[in-house]
Nanobody, 122 residues
Framework: QVQLVESGGGLVQSGGSLRLSCLAA?????????LGWYRQAPGKQRELVAT???????????HYADSVKGRFTISRDRAKTTVYLQMNDLKPEDTALYYC???????????WGQGTQVTVSS
């Protein structure tokens, strides 16, 4: 198992910034294929926000939801056990519970954090 510990959520005004962090604190962290973030707003389905994984050599593959492109940036530390989500120019529609996840290689399965609340006031 992999334990994911999130931090960094909170309340911010529209146009503000927050940085989320997620640490893969224990377990088979060497077996992580990708790390990323989903979010779920009240009454809505959970949606992918951003993901990051190896792309060969020192390169990363990053993917973003269209709604956050140009505003959010995903990154990870050199050990590839901590993933960050820098969120700039936040909008009220970004208000949601943000979940960190880890995709594992072998066997393939997902692990999830407990979620961190992001609230953007207008």
């Amino acid at each position: 198992q992999v334990q994911l510990v999130e931090s960094g959520g909170g309340l911010v005004q529209s146009g503000g910034s927050l940085r989320l962090s997620c640490l893969a604190a224990s377990g088979d962290v060497w077996n992580i294929y990708a790390l990323g973030w989903y979010r779920q707003a009240p009454g809505k389905q959970r949606e992918l926000v951003a993901t990051i994984r190896d792309a060969g050599g020192d390169m990363n593959y990053e993917h973003y939801a269209d709604s956050v492109k140009g505003r959010f940036t995903i990154s990870r530390d050199r050990a590839k056990t901590t993933v960050y989500l820098q969120m700039n120019d936040l909008k009220p529609e970004d208000t949601a519970l943000y979940y960190c996840y880890a995709d594992m290689m072998n066997p393939p399965r997902d692990y999830w954090g407990q979620g961190t609340q992001v609230t953007v006031s207008s």
